[in-house]
Nanobody
Framework: QVQLVESGGGLFQSWGSLRLSCAAS????????MGWFRQAPGKEREFVAS????????YYADSVKGRFTISRDNAKNTVYLQMNSLKPEDTAVYYC????????????WGQGTQVTVSS
């Protein structure tokens, strides 16, 4: 069982920056692909970014490419999402996700953290 706790959300201005963190419980953090997803009001949850277990590979949605950076610290069981050049359309609840590379279908979600970007 993995528990994920996001933090760092809040109210921000356009063109501002913030860093989200997701702390994971357990001793097998490095065996998970970690990802960030977001869900805006009235919309479906969408992929934002993901990072391989080693941190060597990262993937981004086109909408955030060049503005957001995902990283992880396996020693701290934490994944981060650095968000720069914020836009009002980045407003959403941001969720952390852990997807096991060892056990098919083993997937966990955090409770989410609200990010609101004012224009």
């Amino acid at each position: 069982q993995v528990q994920l706790v996001e933090s760092g959300g809040g109210l921000f201005q356009s063109w501002g920056s913030l860093r989200l963190s997701c702390a994971a419980s357990g001793r097998t953090f490095s065996s998970y692909v970690m990802g960030w997803f977001r869900q805006a009001p009235g919309k479906e949850r969408e992929f934002v970014a993901s990072i391989s277990w080693s941190g060597g590979n990262t993937y981004y949605a086109d909408s955030v490419k060049g503005r957001f950076t995902i990283s992880r610290d396996n020693a701290k069981n934490t994944v981060y999402l650095q968000m720069n050049s914020l836009k009002p359309e980045d407003t959403a609840v941001y969720y952390c996700n852990a997807d096991s590379i060892l056990v098919a279908g083993q997937n966990y979600w955090g409770q989410g953290t609200q990010v609101t970007v004012s224009s």
